[in-house]
T-cell receptor, first 114, second 111 residues
Framework: NAGVTQTPKFRILKIGQSMTLQCTQDMNHNYMYWYRQDPGMGLKLIYYSVGAGITDKGEVPNGYNVSRSTTEDFPLRLELAAPSQTSVYFC?????????????FGSGTQLSVL | KNEVEQSPQNLTAQEGEFITINCSYSVGISALHWLQQHPGGGIVSLFMLSSGKKKHGRLIATINIQEKHSSLHITASHPRDSAVYICAVLYRGGSNYKLTFGKGTLLTVNP
């Protein structure tokens, strides 16, 4: 199994540009999550999904959108990039939700908005 | 909201030393995760525990629910243990479960 795969690993955007961070997992996990990690801060939940077709906001959803058309894929969309979105983004998944199972993380996407 | 505090923020050790990283939180929890993040790399779950102690190789995690405190111990530390160690607590917030992450402890083990 490849686990959780994120692309790209690095990206530089100009203010106002759009992009999609890709996340795919091959473990047939129902639950998927997007987090951002700012320097010196703990991970913050952006959006999560409990299954195909179901998504919900986390702590810091503003400026982002997600979709979950398949069990495997959970892309994160930035429509109008802002400097405040400069961060490292992690996708994660697990089978049973946060209540009783370890999380599996991707390797991260380092995004700079200039 | 659950406040998660990790200590120390930074820790430097010599190879072979016994390491302890601490995590305290403010609100009662259902479970606690310990995660490892290597420089430039992804994040790996080490443990998830809700009581007592868990051991995996040279890593030991303990939790005291009454004192709202958990520790991660590394025995016979090695330079490859150098990483950021993150504590995350799972608790009931309203109608949902929430996971709050600490800021991490940067561990450097010198040969």
């Amino acid at each position: 199994n490849a686990g959780v795969t994120q692309t790209p690993k690095f990206r530089i955007l100009k203010i106002g540009q759009s992009m999609t961070l890709q996340c795919t997992q091959d473990m047939n996990h129902n639950y998927m999550y997007w987090y951002r990690q700012d320097p010196g801060m703990g991970l913050k939940l952006i959006y999560y999904s409990v299954g195909a077709g179901i998504t919900d906001k986390g702590e810091v959803p503003n400026g982002y959108n997600v979709s979950r058309s398949t069990t495997e894929d959970f892309p994160l969309r930035l429509e109008l990039a802002a400097p405040s979105q400069t961060s490292v983004y992690f996708c994660a998944s697990n089978g049973q939700g946060v209540t009783n199972e370890k999380l599996f993380f991707g390797s991260g996407t380092q995004l700079s908005v200039l | 909201k659950n406040e998660v505090e990790q200590s120390p923020q930074n820790l430097t050790a010599q190879e072979g030393e016994f390491i302890t990283i601490n995590c305290s939180y403010s609100v009662g929890i259902s479970a606690l995760h310990w995660l490892q993040q290597h420089p430039g790399g992804g994040i790996v779950s080490l443990f998830m525990l809700s009581s007592g102690k868990k051991k995996h190789g040279r890593l030991i995690a303990t939790i005291n629910i009454q004192e709202k405190h958990s520790s991660l111990h590394i025995t016979a530390s090695h330079p490859r243990d150098s990483a950021v160690y993150i504590c995350a607590v799972l608790y009931r917030g309203g109608s949902n479960y929430k996971l709050t992450f600490g800021k991490g402890t940067l561990l450097t083990v010198n040969p």
